[in-house]
């Protein structure tokens, strides 16, 4: 009869390893699916991620060369309005130079009409 309760204590003892094991194992499974999800997830946000740096790389990159032919424009168009500021500064000059020669030559017809009208 004590051998039977040895047994039956043995056997329980058995069943309550048996059902620890069992709920270590499951709770392993589930840490591993939770973990694999998990990396998934992760690996899913850092190719989005990667994907939206990349494009805003391509998207700096168009703006940086839309800044250069915009400071290229800039530069030109300084360039040629110092041009224009110049060739209207020398023809503000000549146009004096033939105005002061008009005006001479008025006068010497108006003194040379005086002259004859004398």
Do not use: F, N, P
């Not at 039977?4 to 499951?26: H, N, P, S, W, Y």
């Not at 224009?84 to 033939?98: D, F, G, I, P, V």
């Amino acid at each position: 009869m004590q051998r039977l309760i040895k047994l039956r204590e043995r056997l329980a003892e058995d069943t309550a390893a048996r059902q620890q094991l069992t709920l270590e194992r499951d709770a392993w499974r589930a840490m591993c699916t939770l973990l694999t999800h998990t990396r998934a997830g992760v690996q899913e946000l850092l190719t989005r991620t990667e994907d939206e740096r990349d494009y805003a790389v391509s998207q700096l990159e168009v703006m940086q060369e839309r800044v250069m032919e915009l400071a290229v424009m800039h530069d030109d168009a300084a360039a040629q309005a110092q041009a224009t500021r110049q060739e209207m500064s020398a023809l503000r000059e000549q146009l004096r130079q033939w105005s002061g020669t008009v005006e001479r030559a008025l006068a010497e017809l108006t003194q040379g009409a005086r002259e004859l009208a004398d």
